[in-house]
């Protein structure tokens, strides 16, 4: 059983950065896709990115961060990261943590395993 536990979330003003860490115990965290996930309030969750553990730096962003968020791994701390620069007021939401064992890369929430508590990102304009 993997446990994610994220932190970093807090409140920033549009245009400033924030990196968000997702640590993990419990598992195989080299063999994990490891990804993010967010939920904004009266919204379903939406993907943000995922980074695949069998393609070295292969990593997937959603359209909507593409170019200001990056994803990054560290294997041997078996943590996760979420670098979030040039920020917007529609950032704001609780971002997830999430991992799984699948060898095929989804974008779909229903697809990965294991959830962390979630981390509040609130963006002021």
């Known amino acids: 059983q993997v446990q994610l536990v994220e932190s970093g979330g807090g409140l920033v003003q549009a245009g400033d950065s924030l990196r968000l860490s997702c640590a993990a115990s419990g598992g195989a965290f080299s063999r994990y896709n490891m990804g993010w996930f967010r939920q904004a309030p009266g919204k379903e969750r939406e993907f943000v990115t995922v980074?695949?553990?069998?393609?070295?730096?292969?990593?997937i962003y959603a359209d909507s961060v593409k170019g200001r968020f990056t994803i990054s791994r560290d294997n041997a701390k078996s943590t996760v990261y979420l670098q979030m620069n040039s920020q917007k007021s529609e950032d704001t939401a609780v971002y997830y943590c999430v991992a799984s064992s699948r060898v095929r890369v989804s974008l779909r929430p229903e697809d990965y395993e294991y959830w962390g508590q979630g981390t509040q990102v609130t963006v002021s304009s």
């Open positions: 980074n695949t553990w069998r393609s070295v730096g292969n990593t």
